[in-house]
């Protein structure tokens, strides 16, 4: 009985953690629909310096993500989300999308570090969805909130919100217990590259998908006349957290193969309908749909990476992991942003589709390869 008491109060502190990534994400949230409708309305650029701006937090992310996973294992889960919160507050102060990009590298590694420290790296798979929880969850209510903010009261006054959100964050963990820095021999950053690049693949190729739709969903539905411009976001969160609640347990249950599988299959399904789609309605259903699909396939593949590395380079490994998904994030952005200049809107969701597909691939060489995860 005192072994299920603590469980829960240890997912209890989960939960806490994952609220405040969700406060603090709001600030790359609300900023992510609204900078291209400034870069392209307001200052008259063109789609491939919106991509541009968009991406560059995550190419700040890229380059920090081994900095970081070292940071976490060094000094402890606890120290680096709280650092990284505060790296997110002043990068809203100065508007800086590179600092950006560096607070949310340690706050999430830190964060996901300091939770598997918690709960047991068996339970990877669930901590990690919770960490997605917390993301997309802003992701869903920060688009919507980001474009009605930089409509009201003017994107400065957005930067001020978004300032102020990760301070709150910082509040909300600081009384929880933090885990201790184990020692142990660390190898070079590279050879860990080694071990996991199988998995980091799967989430590269899945990461396109979200980061052209969220890139370009809102200038997709202007370009058409349609409604509802700001609900890509919110109808793709929806989806993907939806499924981190229902299904979040499942790869630790199942396997991240099988698990991830299927979600991008769901994935590529989505992205084929918003590349086809004959009116905002279906549209909208392709964003839910892509959210679902993209939902699982990093706690999948993050679970398969856990395993193969030692506890005290565990943040290391998921700041390597997830550095994959922040290269599809961060080069994704410009490239079809220069495409859909020349093709359209439409042809980002193809993009999306076929690199999901190639995914498909990727997930099963893991099979094959079942040691070189």
């Given at each position: ?144 909130l980001g474009l ?160 193969q590395v030692p ?25 079809v942003g220069i ?35």
């Amino acid at each position: 009985m005192h072994q299920d008491i603590s469980t829960d109060r240890t997912y209890r502190h989960v939960v806490v953690m994952t609220a405040a990534l969700f406060l603090s994400y709001l600030t790359v949230a609300m900023s992510l629909p609204a900078v291209p409708v400034r870069v392209v309305r307001d200052l008259g650029l063109g789609n491939a310096w919106a991509g541009l701006v968009v991406g560059i937090a995550f190419l700040s992310t890229i380059l920090t993500r081994g900095y970081a996973g070292a940071y976490a294992d060094r000094l402890g889960g606890k120290v680096a989300m709280q650092r990284g919160l505060l790296v997110y507050s002043a990068a809203a102060l100065i508007c800086g999308r590179l600092v950006l990009g560096l607070g949310e590298s340690i706050a999430m590694v830190g964060m996901i570090s300091w939770a598997i420290g918690l709960m047991g790296p068996a339970r990877s798979g669930a901590v990690i969805s919770l960490v997605g929880i917390g993301m997309y969850g802003a992701f869903a209510a920060g688009g919507p909130l980001g474009l009605l903010l930089l409509d009201r009261i003017g994107f400065e006054s957005l930067m001020a919100v978004s300032m102020a959100l990760p301070l709150l964050g910082l509040a909300v963990i600081q009384a929880l217990p933090a885990v201790e820095p184990q020692a142990g021999h660390r190898e070079p950053f590279w050879r860990i590259i080694g071990k996991i690049w199988r998995p980091g693949a799967a989430v590269a190729l899945q990461g396109v998908g979200f980061a052209g739709l969220g890139a370009f969903f809102s200038l997709y539905f202007l370009s058409r006349g349609w409604p509802f411009a700001g609900l890509g976001l919110t109808f793709f969160g929806v989806g993907f957290v939806l499924m981190r609640l229902i299904c979040g347990h499942l790869p630790d249950r199942f396997g991240g193969r099988n698990v991830a599988l299927a979600a991008l299959a769901a994935e590529a399904c989505g992205q084929a309908l918003l590349w086809i789609a004959p009116n905002p309605y279906l549209a909208l259903v392709g964003a839910l749909l892509t959210g679902l699909g993209c939902s699982l396939v990093f706690p999948s593949m993050g679970s398969e990476v856990v395993k193969q590395v030692p506890a005290h380079q565990r943040g290391t490994a998921m700041g390597g992991f997830a550095a994959f998904q922040d290269l599809a994030y961060g080069a994704t952005g410009p490239i079809v942003g220069i495409l859909a200049d020349c093709t359209g809107y439409d042809s980002v969701f193809l993009v999306g589709g076929v690199c999901a597909v190639i995914g498909l691939a990727a997930v099963n060489s893991i099979g094959r390869h079942p040691n070189a995860a």
